[in-house]
């Protein structure tokens, strides 16, 4: 023990030399201890020279016999290949091994490590909590918070950002902004920066200036954004010298000033900022604001593309296709591509030699985002690469989207829905739309809408409708309203406008939807022949709901002629789209035998297909089938689900009850009838009813 004393000038004057020596002894004898505060002196090289190899030693050794401390010295020599290999999986391997044992500056690292390097918001969360439960500060639970943002666990944030909602650190005040960001809460955002930038927080300013810059939660003022940037710049934040740069560049809350944009841009470019260094190098390419410098201007691109800058990579290739290198073109162009950069895969297209063109193209998107592999779809759908290729770009539009390409998603989804070069599939739709729309794609969800209110390619579900055609209706052009006035003939809750809601406008724009629902109006009007007039139109466009309307028109001959063979022709289209109805009037005249052979099995069929859909006739049909079979079990089984609203299901259940007498059974069903359904029940079972009653 009196060795620490040496070491760390306890009772005694500090001696690193001292220490070192007795720890030496100690360690000779494989002191766990000794041998980590000698791996620690030789890395820092206290008391001895500075030796990275030895240190490595030391801190392997103890890490092997379980020192947590020495497992993080161990994965910082790693990390930094400071006398051993640069490994960044043994550095990952010993952090998380001492993290595991609740190290916490090796759960610090590792919260680092995924928040900045390789970014993994899920590991990071993991590191975090584990970090925050064994020291619960501040700082640490609103990093916290902000990573629970990220992989959408908005309620976990919340929980903490609402524990420091009044705090006075400019820290926390700046991370809550963050949380209203995410959120979307730009005003509160706003506030949050502003007291924490009041305080000095750089990092504040430069993001409340950003805020000014875009008008983003406050009116857009470009001179306050200037301010911002310029007392965040003064304090050294590499960000917003750049932004203060580009605000003297292009005039933007200041007159427009190359040279003092240059002025700033060299000082960030000085730090090794990719971003600086681009355009610092596109400026003295171009003699924008300093002396014109093709050397200097190149040098820096490079610099740049080198630490992964996109725009440096493609400004570097662009140079080079200039100066005909076109291997040096294309190597940056494909660096740049696997960031991401359009402009640099639509060059890498002409620049590939047409023979290797293609499998070219198809090993670089397959490395590249999922946003090049769906430029790649659509070029190929184009016919860029000829019409031989063509057919591949299905094949490619659906990797995209299995890689969560969200405008991939949506065309995939579209196309599914409007059977435009895929078979018409309502669930994969359904499912990638849902994939677009969960990826906050500024898409229309128009037809998720539709999908939910139909429920087609699953399960109906009329407030998801409302939810998307409400988001939708601003984007359409109103179209979305047609829909949501439907639901609001349904019953649903809507907005006001939609009760009395004007389909004729629509219905002549040619809108099916609106057609059909101006016609079942018109016909509750009394006015039949212009209802039957568009519901015609709806039904020749496709329209399910009309096609079944216009094969009920056919059946009944009261406001058309009775015709049976067309009643079947539109019935049939519209069983082809599902439609409910349509499936039970079908099944009625297979059952009958009119219009067509009589088959009752097909008949049952069809109102089974209904039924699964809610059509409670159908559901009747099937129940009644079953009752005259004597299976009470099935009629029960298939009435249940209704029997709470539909007169008719009572009826039934009384009517069996009765043909069985269980008079008792009966009654109770009764007690819950209407008073004039009651009466009507009486009149037609009254003798049936009362007399073993009365004997009672």
Request: charged share 25%; net charge negative.
């Amino acid at each position: 023990m009196w060795v620490l004393f040496i070491c760390l000038g306890w009772n005694t004057e500090i001696d690193h030399q001292q220490a070192v020596y007795w720890f030496e002894k100690s360690a000779a004898q494989n002191h766990r201890s000794s041998l980590h505060n000698l791996g620690a002196h030789y890395s820092e090289g206290m008391g001895v020279e500075t030796d990275f190899r030895k240190a490595a030693s030391y801190f392997e050794r103890a890490a092997q016999m379980g020192h947590t401390n020495s497992m993080v010295g161990l994965a910082h020599l790693y990390q930094f290949g400071d006398g051993v290999e640069k490994d960044l999986n043994k550095m990952l391997y010993w952090l998380e091994k001492a993290g595991e044992q609740e190290n916490v500056y090796a759960q610090q690292d590792l919260a680092e490590y995924f928040l900045t390097s390789e970014i993994n918001p899920t590991k990071a969360v993991y590191w975090l909590e584990k970090l925050v439960k064994q020291n619960p500060d501040e700082k640490n639970e609103l990093v916290l918070a902000n990573q629970y943002l990220e992989i959408n666990q908005i309620d976990k944030a919340k929980s903490i950002v609402e524990k420091y909602l009044e705090s006075d650190n400019p820290e926390s005040q700046k991370a809550m902004g963050s949380y209203f960001i995410w959120l979307g809460e730009y005003d509160r955002a706003a506030k949050m920066y502003e007291k924490s930038a009041a305080q000095g927080n750089s990092s504040a300013q430069h993001l409340l200036g950003k805020m000014y810059f875009d008008g983003l939660g406050v009116k857009q003022d470009y001179t306050k954004s200037f301010d911002l940037f310029l007392q965040s710049a003064n304090q050294g934040f590499i960000e917003a010298q750049l932004d203060l740069a580009r605000s003297y560049l292009l005039g933007k809350g200041t007159k427009r000033d190359n040279q003092q944009a240059i002025k700033w841009l060299t000082e960030v470019a000085e730090t090794g900022h990719p971003d600086a260094q681009f355009m610092l190098g596109t400026a003295k390419l171009e003699g924008r604001g300093t002396t014109k410098n093709i050397k200097q201007g190149i040098q820096l691109l490079i610099a740049s593309a080198q630490q992964g800058n996109k725009d440096g990579q493609y400004n570097l290739a662009q140079h080079y296709k200039k100066q005909k290198n076109i291997d040096k073109a294309i190597y940056w162009f494909e660096q740049a591509t696997l960031q991401g950069d359009q402009l640099a895969f639509s060059n890498l297209t002409a620049l590939y030699p047409q023979t290797q063109r293609i499998k070219k193209l198809q090993e670089l998107v397959a490395k590249a985002p999922s946003s090049i592999e769906f430029s790649f779809a659509l070029m190929l759908k184009a016919k860029k690469f000829g019409s031989q290729n063509q057919q591949k770009w299905k094949t490619h539009l659906i990797s995209a989207a299995e890689r969560g390409n969200s405008e991939a998603q949506a065309e995939l989804g579209i196309a599914y829905f409007n059977g435009t070069d895929f078979e018409i599939d309502f669930a994969k739709a359904r499912y990638w739309l849902e994939q677009a729309d969960n990826n906050n794609i500024k898409n229309d969800p128009y037809i998720l809408g539709i999908l939910y209110l139909f429920g087609l390619g699953g399960k109906a579900d009329l407030e998801r409708a409302v939810y998307f055609l409400q988001k939708s209706e601003n984007i359409n052009e109103g179209r979305a309203g047609i829909y949501l006035a439907y639901l609001a003939r349904m019953g649903v809750k809507v907005a006001e406008k939609y009760q009395h809601f004007d389909f004729e406008p629509w219905a002549q724009k040619g809108e099916a939807f609106a057609q059909v629902l101006l016609a079942d109006k018109l016909h509750q009007a009394g006015q039949y022949k212009q209802a039957f007039m568009w519901t015609e139109k709806s039904a020749k466009q496709g329209n399910s709901m009309a096609q079944a309307a216009m094969g009920a028109y056919y059946i009944d001959g009261d406001i058309v002629e009775r015709n049976l063979n067309l009643a079947v022709k539109w019935l049939n289209l519209a069983v082809a789209q599902n439609n409910p109805q349509a499936q039970h009037l079908l099944g009625n005249l297979y059952l009958e035998g009119k219009g067509v052979p009589q088959d009752k099995p097909k008949a049952y069929q069809l109102f089974e297909l209904a039924a699964l859909q809610g059509d409670e006739e159908s559901i009747l049909r099937i129940a009644e089938k079953y009752r005259q079979e004597g299976n009470r079990e099935k009629m029960l089984e298939w009435l249940n689900p209704i029997l709470a609203e539909n007169r008719k299901a009572r009826y039934m259940v009384i009517y069996d009850h009765l043909m069985h007498e269980e008079w008792l059974k009966a009654i109770d069903w009764l007690k819950k009838l209407t008073p004039a359904e009651q009466d009507m029940m009486l009149r037609i079972y009254r003798g049936s009813i009362y007399e073993p009653y009365n004997e009672e």
